[in-house]
């Protein structure tokens, strides 16, 4: 069974550090920031997306000079018509001869599924494997978003941890973490209503990193332990001009970077930013530019692979 029972003991604590991040607001979109080095040569973010007859999209988004982006691979009957409210990011696994296992979580009528199929080498749904969209549990029409994080540890004595994040729109963020098909709750943390949207960027052994934008336009990274019931703490990065993007998505770019896209919904665009090692206000920021790509689709997310070390934060 699905518990959703939660602590908030941390929430005032939490919405003071953002407080203090946050700065004044502006129009333009952010710019390149201080520092002039971040790893962008071999980065690149595969971006999926959920379009309106319930399609799932693939394509590269590649950081080069300028910008450019991967032709689209589309899967059509993966989900039915407008029925995909929120997604986590998915993971997508080769199985050889051009086919790919393809997993994640997504809401679809107030109601939380656990998503899976694959496809051939033409990106079509392979009817010689489950093709599913399975039930977990009611009560998320009040969400914002959902992220599943899986973790897996350099250290083979460490178990794979799989953490299932989500925002209400009350600001509260819960914490579940995966225990054989059921999921325990670990926590959460009020004080979030003025975040827009918040994307990882490192996870270890103990802790996993966001980076977060708010609505009067501060980036802050948020890190939350793993242990049980633990506190959340935040850092500013920037104060101003991030208020503009819906949705960060981001991806590992170099050692110790990230590639963070940043989209806009009232102008249907994306900007593309190399982001250095989060080290708060001091955090290396370059401008990639905007990328040539209308962002029309309902829902959009990150197709990640198997092994998918994130250390930015």
């Known amino acids: 069974m699905f518990r959703k029972t939660a602590s908030l003991a941390s929430a005032g604590v939490l919405a003071l550090a953002l407080g203090a991040a946050m700065g004044p607001s502006a129009q333009a ?12 040569a071999a980065c690149a973010l595969r971006l999926g997306s959920v ?26 009957g993966v989900f039915p018509a407008n029925q995909v409210q929120h997604i986590s990011t998915f993971v997508g696994r080769g199985l050889g001869a051009g086919e790919e296992s393809r997993s994640g979580l997504t809401i679809m009528g107030g109601a939380l599924y656990t998503s899976s199929f694959v496809v051939d080498g033409e990106s079509q749904i392979d009817p010689h494997y489950p093709h599913n969209n399975l039930r977990v549990g009611g009560g998320w029409g009040n969400y914002r978003w959902i992220e599943e994080s899986i973790h897996r540890s350099a250290d083979s004595g460490t178990p794979a941890r799989t953490t299932l994040y989500g925002q209400r729109t009350d600001g509260v963020t819960n914490r579940w973490v995966a225990e054989g098909t059921s999921w325990r709750a670990t926590g959460g943390v009020g004080g979030l209503t003025t975040v827009k949207s918040m994307t990882l960027i490192g996870r270890t052994d103990t802790a996993e990193t966001f980076i977060a934008n708010t609505r009067s336009g501060a980036l802050v990274t948020v ?35 990230t590639l963070l896209l ?52």
């Open 29 to 40: 979109k952010p710019s390149a920031q201080s520092g002039t080095s971040a790893t962008t």
């Open 51 to 76: 379009t309106a007859t319930g399609a799932f999209t693939s394509r590269m988004l590649n950081a080069t000079a300028p910008i450019t982006v991967g032709g689209v691979r589309g899967t059509a």
């Open 223 to 257: 890190t939350w332990p793993t242990k049980y019931n633990a506190v959340p703490s935040s850092r500013p990065v920037r104060t101003a001009t991030w208020q503009g993007f819906e949705q960060l998505i981001a991806t590992k770019c170099g050692a110790n970077g």
């Open 262 to 313: 940043g989209i806009d919904r009232d102008t249907k665009s994306g900007y593309l930013y190399a982001v250095g090692h989060a080290n708060g206000a001091s955090t290396v920021i370059k401008s990639l530019g905007k990328v040539p790509l209308t962002f029309s689709d309902p829902q959009y997310f990150r197709i990640a692979p198997q092994s998918d070390p994130l250390n930015g934060g």
